[in-house]
């Protein structure tokens, strides 16, 4: 069915979020609130995308991303937004939230059966009531169905046949579950209509889909979907690292549905996509939708669909690279099908920079998964915390797009700011005490000259590389923006001004060590200080909802 599309909406008034202006904003009800997706990829690297690529090096890339390609022509795309870890299962709380990860657990959630990350504290008492507030549940409470798809690493409560809840089970107690109960606080008790999520991805230690947070085998829809294959009926059995499955594999140990096979995720996941926008269109004709579509492509195992094994020329990567774009493609697709492409607002971004294993051919050809950046997935660097994010809204024409197509800004903002930008979209008022690291940015993405407006963030605090526990500050004023590491160990710090290296090749404060050891009339000893106290004042606070921002 086919909906009037009313734009532009009047929202260029939206300021930073945590003002009063922000909060005050709302949509008029007369006005048509677009469709949302989401579609959240697993490890690309802003240079895995075509026209990022072109961007930064004016070069043509060697992997085609003509789905990535057409959402970049279509719509706006930043170069410089980010994220505050490193490493996805921190990132996936925050971007689901609009908080940053001290809020929850500093590093996330990696065991399938910890609680949920979704309920702040480590203390018992802590993770009872007041709960992080997802994109879901807040747009439901603007009056969209919200449903989530794919990966989730968020955690969540399991039982055995008796009913006892488990906790922390390593992969060879997996098998104690019963997997006949509902599992708890999964995404859909935190603000979905709809879910079919893997727990871990395809990486496991839970190798199974669950519908609803109900187990649901692979035998019983195999039939139903183009790149599943037919086998016999599925079975819940103990894997080690290296078995296969299919065209599949396993990277650690684990259990579950004996046909689950990762190189088949994205075809379920397209499938489910197409289940519930039409049949969302059908029942709800006059309601909206947000559809979050987490895909764990291009993680590894690297096990791309049987259509683009082998197809890029440049390895299993870059082969699940085309799998993510021609998952895009498919996803565009339903909406076309529809008729509610042109008023749907599409969103793509990455849970955090390029994993650089498997690329080696691809940047020996010239395209580099982290385009020009320093470090990569795990690593504190630019490389590892600035992602791809393009948004798209319209026909993909000047005059009937209310994001204008084919711009490409540089301002600083952060994927957890896409959080309030949404709410007001819906129609909605964030909440007091959720999403408190966020800003709204729709002035900068409604502006036809985004690169004009005034900048919505000053601030961005990261975190990155497990083993050295480094915390990082990007501040920028009147003379640059700047990155300051802050040391852990013997580590020395570091200070990098982006505006005038990108490529993070000059440490600024080469042969110190320490704050103390910083010298007052050092060029940037005030500058490193204000931010050492922001990182001070703002992120040992013990209570998850306190406003940060503060600064001395």
Known sequence: MKHPFLFPVSLSLCLAWGTASARDITVPEEKKRPHIVFILADDPGIGDIGRYHEYFTGTDPVVPTPNLNRLFDE?????????????????????????????????????????????????????IDNPHLTIGGALQSAGYRTAFLGKMHLGGDFFDGDGNLLRMLESDQLHQIDFSRRFRNGLLDHGFDYTFVSPDGIQGPLYLWFENDLYRPVSEFQDKIDGVADGPPSELRSFFEGDRVGLGKMIVDGFGDSRFDTSEHGAI???????????????????PFMLFFATPAIHEPYTPAAPFQGTSGFG???????DLDHQVGEVIGILERNGILDETLVIFASDNGAVMKGSEAMVEAGQHPNGPFLGNKGRIYEGG??????????DGTEDHSVIAPGLITDQHISVLDLIPTLIHIAGGTPQEDQHLDSSCFLRILLSRHP????????????????MHDRIAARMDDEEGEWVWIRPTGNLPMELFNLAKDIS??????????????????????????????????????????TQAFHVE
């Open 75 to 127: 719509g706006m795309a930043f170069t410089d937004a980010r994220l505050p870890a490193s490493l996805c299962a921190p990132n996936r709380f925050s971007i689901l939230t609009g908080s940053y990860p001290f809020r929850s657990r500093t590093w996330g959630t990696w065991n399938p059966t910890a609680s949920t990350g979704l309920f702040f504290g480590e203390r018992i008492e802590d993770r």
């Open 269 to 287: 996941m397209v499938h489910f996509a197409g289940e519930f926008v039409g049949s969302h269109l059908r029942e709800h004709p006059d309601q």
């Open 316 to 322: 299993p990567r870059a082969d699940v690279v085309m």
């Open 385 to 394: 915390v600035r992602v791809p994010l393009i948004l798209r809204w319209g």
């Open 451 to 466: 690169d004009s407006e005034n900048p919505i963030r000053q601030w961005h605090w990261h975190r990155g590389e497990v």
């Open 504 to 545: 993070q090749t000059t440490n600024l404060l080469e042969g110190y060590f320490n704050i103390n050891g910083l010298p007052d009339d050092h060029p940037h000893a005030e500058r490193v200080r204000k931010m050492n106290n922001w990182l001070r004042i703002n992120f040992r606070t013990s209570a998850p909802r």
